[in-house]
């Protein structure tokens, strides 16, 4: 019998249609993939899963027993469904233990037992195989470990299913590898996980089986090793989708941006060790520059310099051939740098505003008319132009940006950046979130501003999509250049060399 069944769950928003009859079955025990592009549909069957959002009609069956419309997400928690969202429900001035146990501490003659609570602390994070410090302030952990956090907290509430929204969306290679061994110890356990992701790799990896949504509607379900990834692509977009190669490059002679021996200590509130270590290179005119490396690699904290977020210690910055002194991110942008930075939420997303609004933000200036009145038309075709380019999928221009899926919220943002036909465009992680065929879009629209004569830097922890949509490739180790290679010459092995050991392979003797 099937630990969940969710049958033709509907579910309206002014103007849309988020489910038009979603469905999906999870045995126990199974990770299940729940698959599907932009808007299709997931993050709103996951709310209504977890009792974060109610539905308009369906009906919802857990561990044989109905379960009712209008349960709140900690009866759905007691029944056991647990969640764990991208940002996570945890209080950060407390420590691993007291997380665990908020609200639910052991008690002694009337007070809370912390020797009680550490040891079953203790014994949870054992059972997970983490050597997590169960007195360690949760403030003081990164991403990967408060995810952890997170899967203990879980398993302190007993849950049977354990859901997770794009897990692995913010961790570095060797934290995914480490969140796939736990989801195999939950598996192991009897636990069932509902895994959204548009990494299909990971699918294909972890995941014993899959349902598709499409526009809402529940599209196809089966067994994960009955199909490849291209068939996982075509059930999601309904056509197939080919990652498209960078097309040879009209570079100018001369370069927008030259960047000339830049260094940057880190502060004391930050991470140890230099930032950025005597940086060089320059970006022509067509051409796009990607930067590889790990997580920490010094990548984004060069972007911040360039967007004038952080000050450098050392080190010249050249546009068009003029030294620039950038003090601020509006100083970088009448300039003509313009960022688009990976993290959408905390930099720049006025989720209450309209799409057209939070579009055509930065733009204002070329779109005002003397006397500072806004030209809402040209905004309007300006959303236009975007929406067909990058699919944006959206019920009207003038909806908030807050009711987009997470996806497309990413576009807006690309696409309010692009509008500025900046001299320079950086894009960090411009696809993360985003489903394949959508990648695709946004390569074409990188492709399209280059050869307008924009110099594009791309940075990306997705090595395939570096490789494809890279005139030449930068690889960063520890705040340094370990290498710089063209991309017709570059392979994964090379470049994850270059990225982790800071040297390339030896080739094999002869
Ligand atoms: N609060 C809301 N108000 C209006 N529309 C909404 C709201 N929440 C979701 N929608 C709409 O419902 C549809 C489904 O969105 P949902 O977030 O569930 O998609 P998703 O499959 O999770 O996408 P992504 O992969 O981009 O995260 C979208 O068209 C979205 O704009």
């Given at each position: 019998m099937a630990l969940l069944e969710a049958q033709d769950i509907t579910k309206r928003f002014p103007g849309v249609v988020a489910l038009g009859g979603a469905s999906l079955r999870v045995e126990p025990g199974e990770v299940h993939a729940l698959l599907g592009e932009n808007g299709a549909g997931k993050s709103t069957l996951l709310k209504i899963l977890s009792g974060a959002q109610g539905s308009d009609g369906g009906h919802l069956t857990f561990d044989a027993k109905p379960l009712r419309p209008d349960d709140t997400p900690s009866q759905r928690q007691k029944a056991g469904i647990v969640t764990i969202y991208q940002e996570f429900n945890l209080?950060?001035?407390?420590s691993v233990a007291e997380n665990l146990y908020l609200g639910r501490e052991p008690l002694r003659f009337g007070l809370i037992d912390h020797r009680q609570m550490r040891a079953d602390a203790r014994r949870i994070l054992d059972d997970l195989g983490l050597s997590l410090d169960p007195d360690l302030e949760v403030s003081r952990l990164n991403v990967a470990d408060q995810q952890m956090v997170e899967i203990a907290r879980a398993m302190t509430l007993q849950a049977k299913l354990i859901i997770m929204d794009e897990p692995t969306a913010a961790l570095s290679p060797r934290e995914v590898d480490i969140l796939h061994r736990i989801v195999g110890t939950l598996k192991a356990r009897g636990i069932a996980v509902i895994y959204v992701t548009h990494r299909l790799k990971e699918v294909k990896a972890i995941c014993d089986a899959y349902t598709v949504l499409r526009d809402g509607r529940f599209v196809a379900s089966g067994?994960?090793?009955?199909?490849s990834i291209d068939d996982m692509v075509r059930l999601m977009i309904g056509r197939d989708v080919a990652f498209l190669k960078r097309p040879p490059r009209q570079v100018a002679p001369t370069p927008v941006l030259r960047i000339d021996g830049v260094s940057r200590r880190r502060g004391a509130h930050e991470a140890r060790g230099t930032s950025l270590d005597n940086i060089s290179f320059e970006v022509h005119a067509g051409e796009i520059v990607g930067l590889a490396g790990l997580?920490?690699?010094?990548r984004t904290d060069l972007a911040r310099v360039l967007y004038g977020a952080d000050r450098k210690d050392s080190g010249r910055i050249h546009l068009c051939g003029r030294a620039l002194d950038i003090q601020s991110p509006a100083q970088a942008l009448s300039a003509g740098i313009a960022l688009v930075p990976e993290d959408r939420k905390q930099q720049g997303?006025?989720?209450?505003?309209s799409i057209r609004h939070n579009l055509s933000l930065s733009g204002l200036k070329s779109l005002s008319r003397p006397g500072g009145f806004v030209d809402e038309g040209a905004e309007r075709r300006l959303v236009e132009t975007f929406r067909q380019k990058l699919r944006i999928r959206m019920s009207s221009s003038e909806a908030a940006i807050g009711t987009l899926s997470g996806g497309n919220q990413q576009k807006v943002l690309l696409a309010r950046c692009m509008a500025l036909s900046p001299k320079v465009l950086i894009v960090d992680e411009p696809t993360r979130g985003i489903d394949v065929g959508a990648k695709a879009d946004v390569h074409q629209v990188l492709f399209d501003m280059a050869s307008e004569g924009m110099a594009v830097i791309v940075i990306s922890s997705e090595l395939p999509e570096v490789m494809a949509v890279s005139d030449r490739i930068i690889v960063f180790r520890e705040g340094r250049i370990t290498g710089t290679l063209e991309a017709a010459d570059a392979d994964e092995e090379t470049l994850m060399a270059l990225m982790a050991t800071g040297s390339a392979p030896q080739a094999p003797n002869p």
């Amino acid at each position: 019998m099937a630990l969940l069944e969710a049958q033709d769950i509907t579910k309206r928003f002014p103007g849309v249609v988020a489910l038009g009859g979603a469905s999906l079955r999870v045995e126990p025990g199974e990770v299940h993939a729940l698959l599907g592009e932009n808007g299709a549909g997931k993050s709103t069957l996951l709310k209504i899963l977890s009792g974060a959002q109610g539905s308009d009609g369906g009906h919802l069956t857990f561990d044989a027993k109905p379960l009712r419309p209008d349960d709140t997400p900690s009866q759905r928690q007691k029944a056991g469904i647990v969640t764990i969202y991208q940002e996570f429900n945890l209080q950060p001035f407390l420590s691993v233990a007291e997380n665990l146990y908020l609200g639910r501490e052991p008690l002694r003659f009337g007070l809370i037992d912390h020797r009680q609570m550490r040891a079953d602390a203790r014994r949870i994070l054992d059972d997970l195989g983490l050597s997590l410090d169960p007195d360690l302030e949760v403030s003081r952990l990164n991403v990967a470990d408060q995810q952890m956090v997170e899967i203990a907290r879980a398993m302190t509430l007993q849950a049977k299913l354990i859901i997770m929204d794009e897990p692995t969306a913010a961790l570095s290679p060797r934290e995914v590898d480490i969140l796939h061994r736990i989801v195999g110890t939950l598996k192991a356990r009897g636990i069932a996980v509902i895994y959204v992701t548009h990494r299909l790799k990971e699918v294909k990896a972890i995941c014993d089986a899959y349902t598709v949504l499409r526009d809402g509607r529940f599209v196809a379900s089966g067994q994960v090793s009955d199909v490849s990834i291209d068939d996982m692509v075509r059930l999601m977009i309904g056509r197939d989708v080919a990652f498209l190669k960078r097309p040879p490059r009209q570079v100018a002679p001369t370069p927008v941006l030259r960047i000339d021996g830049v260094s940057r200590r880190r502060g004391a509130h930050e991470a140890r060790g230099t930032s950025l270590d005597n940086i060089s290179f320059e970006v022509h005119a067509g051409e796009i520059v990607g930067l590889a490396g790990l997580v920490g690699a010094g990548r984004t904290d060069l972007a911040r310099v360039l967007y004038g977020a952080d000050r450098k210690d050392s080190g010249r910055i050249h546009l068009c051939g003029r030294a620039l002194d950038i003090q601020s991110p509006a100083q970088a942008l009448s300039a003509g740098i313009a960022l688009v930075p990976e993290d959408r939420k905390q930099q720049g997303c006025f989720l209450d505003h309209s799409i057209r609004h939070n579009l055509s933000l930065s733009g204002l200036k070329s779109l005002s008319r003397p006397g500072g009145f806004v030209d809402e038309g040209a905004e309007r075709r300006l959303v236009e132009t975007f929406r067909q380019k990058l699919r944006i999928r959206m019920s009207s221009s003038e909806a908030a940006i807050g009711t987009l899926s997470g996806g497309n919220q990413q576009k807006v943002l690309l696409a309010r950046c692009m509008a500025l036909s900046p001299k320079v465009l950086i894009v960090d992680e411009p696809t993360r979130g985003i489903d394949v065929g959508a990648k695709a879009d946004v390569h074409q629209v990188l492709f399209d501003m280059a050869s307008e004569g924009m110099a594009v830097i791309v940075i990306s922890s997705e090595l395939p999509e570096v490789m494809a949509v890279s005139d030449r490739i930068i690889v960063f180790r520890e705040g340094r250049i370990t290498g710089t290679l063209e991309a017709a010459d570059a392979d994964e092995e090379t470049l994850m060399a270059l990225m982790a050991t800071g040297s390339a392979p030896q080739a094999p003797n002869p």
